[in-house]
């Protein structure tokens, strides 16, 4: 599970916008841009490539 501390300090690459974790804990949402970055092996892939669409989810 990936710590609160870090959560509160990452920001959307996009917007610079805030993120929040997803419900199944396993992706951060950024609801400005509508994406949703995994979390593989306990750390947050912020890479836009990589982001799927929030209305995927």
Known sequence: ???N???DILVCPQCKGPV???AAGDGL???Q???VYEIRDE???MLIDEARDLKDE
């Open 33 to 35: 841009c509508r994406l």
């Open 43 to 45: 750390i947050p892939v």
């Open 5 to 7: 501390d870090l959560i």
């Open 29 to 31: 949402v950024c609801e």
């Open 1 to 3: 599970m990936i710590s």
């Open 20 to 22: 929040r974790l997803t």
